[in-house]
């Protein structure tokens, strides 16, 4: 097989670092919500999970370790019910947590699966590591929270409240699958290169430190806020 063309690893190491710039709630995000209807929702929805830099590594770190299309939809599946529930719930309920503290979990989320791919609990505690499945709900659930605390960021109003909610979900999952589809091509596409094995150490070394970073962020911004 062909060594893989060097401008794959140029262009991942420009391209991911500044995606985590372009992740907050904006005064532009509230005037289309402010002028718009339940399609206003939707977009501002998907755009945020497009540009949810903590969300996608955590999913690009799953994926990794999938091969079978059937598992990748199972593992997304899992992740995605999670996210809804407390997406949904706790918004509709009102229940808010400090957006930079759950950013900062879910940012540890980004460092666990980076950890779990490259064999770190048979590696360091000689064990192993925990049904990945029930972990990937669980963090979805964290990631929901996530989700929850930007939207509640918002003025919504009280008219069609749970209408805007399930709106903004919907949009939330329709970002989800774009942003994956590029995703598992470029990690199918890889996995036919000599490089892959090394792409994909590189990658998780790349989420670990990803999550390090962005968690002494988070909690930066929290003490600081």
């Not at 501002?44 to 994926?63: E, P, R």
């Not at 947590?97 to 900062?104: K, L, R, S």
């Not at 994909?200 to 989420?207: D, H, Q, S």
Request: with cysteine; glycine share 8%; aromatic share 18%.
């Amino acid at each position: 097989m062909r060594p893989v063309p060097r401008i794959f690893f140029i262009l991942i190491i420009l391209i991911l670092p500044s995606l985590s710039w372009a992740h907050d709630v904006t005064s532009a995000d509230q005037e289309i919500l402010n002028n718009g209807d339940l399609w206003a929702y939707i977009y501002v929805g998907a755009t945020h999970m497009l540009t949810g830099y903590d969300h996608l590594l955590f999913l690009a770190g799953v994926i990794f370790f999938l091969k079978d299309f059937w598992d990748i939809l199972k593992f997304i599946t899992a992740f995605t019910l999670g996210h809804c529930i407390t997406l949904i719930a706790a918004t509709y309920l009102g229940f808010s947590v400090n957006e930079y503290f759950i950013d900062a979990f879910i940012a540890l989320s980004v460092f666990y699966k980076g950890f779990e791919n490259l064999k770190g609990f048979k590696r360091i505690f000689k064990s192993k590591a925990p049904n990945l499945l029930f972990m990937v709900f669980g963090f979805g659930l964290i990631h929901g929270l996530g989700l929850s605390a930007r939207l509640q960021s918002f003025e919504m109003g009280q008219d069609q409240f749970l209408l805007k909610i399930l709106s903004f979900n919907l949009g939330v999952e329709l970002g989800q699958v774009l942003a994956l589809i590029p995703i598992i091509f470029l990690i199918r596409f890889w996995q036919k290169f000599n490089s892959y094995k090394a792409f994909y150490k590189a990658a998780n070394v790349y989420l670990m430190l990803a999550g390090v970073a962005l968690f002494i962020w988070q909690v930066y911004l929290a003490i600081s806020s």
